[in-house]
């Protein structure tokens, strides 16, 4: 049965902020598919419509993702039962998929975890660092396992199929651009490392987490070793799952209000051996040598290697798939196109006053090079900050021979244009640093520096004295 997204069934006061900006003239493209959408979508509980206009809206736009997405993948969806979310047949084969968000933190509690981090010092790059490896797998790791433990794959019509928990996060506008890589340390238990040989090959090494904690938060990492978590065959997350999503889907389904042009700016998956960067790509929504977007793109599924039903890729092509090797370390067969992250610009030359749906903070700076924590990144002591590998490599460095394997795992700048890593001598196992500077060509080249020592703390102290002598 048909249902109606946009006519207001609860009061103005009520309706959530980013089902207001569906309104204005910009996001006419996604208003005008989601309502195409919602004309073939079955709502089995009565309520989709007042959760989409309320508290609801972002799980109920990721279950319209997922329902398009599907249909659009040649799977049929049989809406007899009313458990779990999708079941989704193709080649006689039968896929169970449950949906599941992360959502938005209650004011209390965030402001608590805001004071808690706080307390702890930690700004930029560190406070990116400590969320990717404990706040956010915590915050994933809260409705994967409670959606588990209501055991979906002992009932009758699901039982011996593979069964999909589809997940995608919510709980900051936005955060699913950068917190796919914590949903992927969470699932499988295991953070990387590399570096290079000395001709230059990529050597990625694996290391067991153990445990996610913050403060008095604390979990075990490794969902897929859970008990009963053999019967999930997989995880399913997007990174783009969003309104802009819909708006850029609509537009090339041909829904084009005249006078507006949207342009796409993010990375992408980079294909080229042993590359340790994304590629940046922007483009025209519509143009000729546009990719040609997909409800497929953006999307990830990570397989249980301990599954007691796995899930055959072939059944879902045009999307990212992910697996761990004998040693533990990520393998992955990724479309040509495979967007990390991006940002829409809506360019309307008519006049809408109505409130755009909101920009998270921590959005923008991601895309700028600056740790997307949503706070001002802070300094270390008298001007020198942490930096990401990517800005540290934006610089013009010096080139030369190198004389044995390296692992840089930290990188750091100030307000003087001095720049500087800390790396682990992979030969003998000892902890170095550089300071860089700019010649009179632009080019940074060697300045200061030091080694031998046993830890990478001891390495960062000394790094930082360095720079602010």
Known sequence: MAIDLFTPVVPEDRLHPSFEGLAHRGFEPARRILAEIAGAFNDKDGNFVKDFQTTGFDARLWELYLHAYLLSDGFTLNEEESVPDYIATKAAQTIFIEAVTVNATQAKAAEADEAETAAKGLTGWDLFSHRMHNVYPIKFGSPLFSKMKKKYWEQGHVRGQPFILAIEDFHDTGSMVWTGSALELYLYGYDYWWYREVGGELVVLSEAIGEHKDGAKQIPSGFFDLPDAEHVSAVLFSNSATVSKFNRMGFLQGYQPENL???????????????????MFRYVVGSPSAPKETWAEGLSMFHNPKAAVPVAENLFPGIAHHRLDEQNRMRSDVPAFHPYGSITQVFNSIPDRTVVPPVSPANMQMLLGEPPTGTSRGEISSGVRRISRFEFRSHRLASGPV????????WFADDKGLIGTVFLDVSDQDWNYVVLAPDSGAIYRWVAGDGGMNTQEEAESALIAEMTN
């Open 261 to 279: 042009c949207l342009v796409r700016a993010g990375v992408c998956y980079n294909h080229e051996p042993h590359a340790t960067e994304p590629l």
């Open 403 to 410: 004389m044995a394997p390296a692992m840089e795992k930290s």
